[in-house]
């Protein structure tokens, strides 16, 4: 297998959501990175997904609450997000954050 570098850019990020862009970085059938941006305020609506997901602030504040806990991550904190639990976040500034899914999301894949 070779190795293929990926590198941050703002200009190729989608906007799945106002406020809210995406660029998918490096992933395998097993397992996928994502980095997302967003604007304060943004609000994500309640969602679950069978993968189990891996989240880490890389700048700013949001919140992320599931039926058990509701929990405020800054700048290097990080969290696990378990498989088919609801869950919603928002940003409380603009932040940045880098999403570890496993298996990777075939919704998230690139088109070729």
Do not use: C
């Not at 609506?45 to 504040?61: F, I, L, T």
């Not at 290097?76 to 954050?97: K, M, R, Y």
Request: charged share 20%; net charge negative; glycine share 6%.
């Amino acid at each position: 297998m070779s190795i293929t570098l990926t590198q941050p850019d703002d200009s190729i990020m989608l906007n799945p959501e106002q406020g809210l862009r995406r660029q998918v970085m490096s992933f395998t059938p097993n397992m996928m990175l994502v980095r997302h941006k967003m604007v304060a305020g943004w609000i994500g609506a309640k969602h679950q997904h069978p993968h189990e997901q891996m989240v880490y602030v890389v700048s700013g504040r949001i919140v992320l609450e599931t039926p058990d806990a509701k929990v405020e991550a800054a700048t290097g904190d990080s969290f696990i997000v378990p498989g088919n639990t609801d869950h919603q976040a928002w940003a409380l500034e603009d932040s940045e954050v880098l999403d570890i899914f496993t298996p990777f999301r075939e919704d998230y894949a690139p088109r070729a």
